[in-house]
């Protein structure tokens, strides 16, 4: 598959995947977040394996995957039938990983954590800052949509 032959639906969860994965709005996004990225949808690869495809795929050499370069990455990942809901699916399935008590809410703490793993470079103030817009209501808690949202961009 490339990326001529992704639907619209597969185009659009791509671009929110790389667009919710690169926080500081660079264009590009690390070889940890493609490879978080990729098991979200469902494909975990070892190291070795994202160095190879980070060799494959950053074209430019730039030691970052700018977003055509992903296409490209991530159409060969991208199961035929990936939807929306599919992607919707597989977010509440993290998102329940930390609720752990199934009270339908991540305290913002732990939210940040989430955040921080998924990209160690983002600076403590963009994170707040991005807890504070997501906190929205001032509940101290993170909702599946409001987790959704940041996930997907929307």
Known sequence: MNKTELS???MKILKESFEAFDIEKKGCISVE???TILELLGQTLS???LKEVMEEYD???SGQIEFDEFLE??????EPEEDYD????????????YDKNGTGFIP???FKKILQELDGAVPENELDDIIDEIDADGS??????EFMEVMTGE
Do not use: H, I, P
Not at 73 to 78: D, E, G, K, Q, R
Not at 140 to 145: Q, Y
């Open 8 to 10: 619209k639906d597969q």
């Open 33 to 35: 977040v493609v490879g």
């Open 47 to 49: 190291e070795e394996e």
């Open 59 to 61: 074209v430019d050499e």
């Open 73 to 78: 990455l991530a159409s060969n990942f991208v």
């Open 86 to 97: 599919a992607l919707r699916a597989e977010l509440r399935e993290v998102f329940m990983m």
């Open 108 to 110: 913002l703490d732990v």
């Open 140 to 145: 101290g808690t993170v909702d599946f949509e």
